[in-house]
């Protein structure tokens, strides 16, 4: 049954990297030239996804903690493809914002419920290395994701899109039936019991673990800083680049094969050091993991910050890549750390609590960097780099509390401390 789970992980992992690499290869050159949006709109829209996301992740983090972990996946998947196609449709700001709503709405619902179900089907110490060899399998199937969205591109630059939406859609009705869910046990509810009273009881048992465990708090306060970092790079990054600086000519195709020769080299990079990590050290300990992420982060925000100042092609192509590499790198490696010691009962809550801090950081980094980058793109980067600094207080804090809860202590030696 192990098998099959860490089987149907790998599917999973594979159908999700491509199919939304597919549809966002071209998003930077849709919503910049074909929609014509601004620093602020773009900044605007991540606020709107980050916004809903915040709305809604807790409530569907709970669904997934009382009725079913795979059915949230399918709900997640089905409805983000959904919201693709409306993107892929829009001819202005207002609808594009609103298929930024919808993805908000159904990406909470397969935010933290994906990890969950798969800590819960193998256990939380054999589901641990599924997260990094996930990440590298989600890279490289990315790829060639982004070879099959620069050759619709060719065609217009709303196919990838539209073409990705409905496949992620049908992709989520094949997960339904791909995915097992022997690890999950529904909370059984009592007599006269409605299902909400479920819903609550889960929510605050999920907030009096983040309470009790003394480390989770600050899980939560990186990853919110972590998104009010990253909103700015995302949004405006590629603006940046094809705004400021300006992308060589290769054929009719400059601005889509560039963008695909940056994700593609930035996803091989990340393929590259997540094997690295696999191979050279564990994830077991809050303070082991916190040394690997302070050093993620330190180098992000020197990427970012050299990537805002830099006004050469190559450099800033340097820094895309070396950012690229690293985002891919900090996603696995922070489901492993949130993931360490939670009660089996409230894990998809818990995860949606890190999804949820995320947004509050994009949220509310976005309009002020929107701002910022309607006077000087390259001023609103490196304040989104700068953004990261205080997180590395927060891992120094989560390194001298050392390992804690239910994971037992572990050797924290590793080739990546200081």
Known sequence: MRRNAATAYAIYCAGDGFLFRLTLTVYSVFVVFTLDLDPFQLLLLGTVVEGTYLLFEIPTGVVADTVSRRLSVVIGLIGSGLAFVVLGFAHSFAIAALSQVLWGIFATFQSGADVAWLTDELGEEIARPHYLRGGQIADAAALAGIVCGVALATVNYRLPIVAGGVAIALFGLLMAFVMPEDGFERRERGEGERIHTGFVTTLKEGAAHVKA???????????????????????????????????????????????????????????????????????????????ILRWVDILLIAGVVIFGLSGMFWLSVLMMWLVGALRSVRQPIFDAWINQGLDPKTRATINSLGSQSDAIGQAAGGPVLGLIGNASVPIALVVSGVLRLPSLLLYARAIKRGTVGTVAPVDETIELEE
């Open 213 to 291: 465990h003394h480390v989770l708090l600050l899980i939560l306060g990186t990853a919110a800083l972590h998104g009010a970092s990253t909103e700015g790079f995302d949004r405006l990054s590629d603006y940046h680049l094809l705004k400021d600086i300006g992308l060589p000519a290769i054929g009719n195709l400059n601005r889509v094969v560039w963008f695909a020769i940056i994700d593609g080299v930035a996803l091989l990079i990340g393929i590259g050091a997540l094997a690295m990590i696999r191979k050279r050290t564990h994830l077991n300990g809050h303070a082991h993991v916190a040394r």
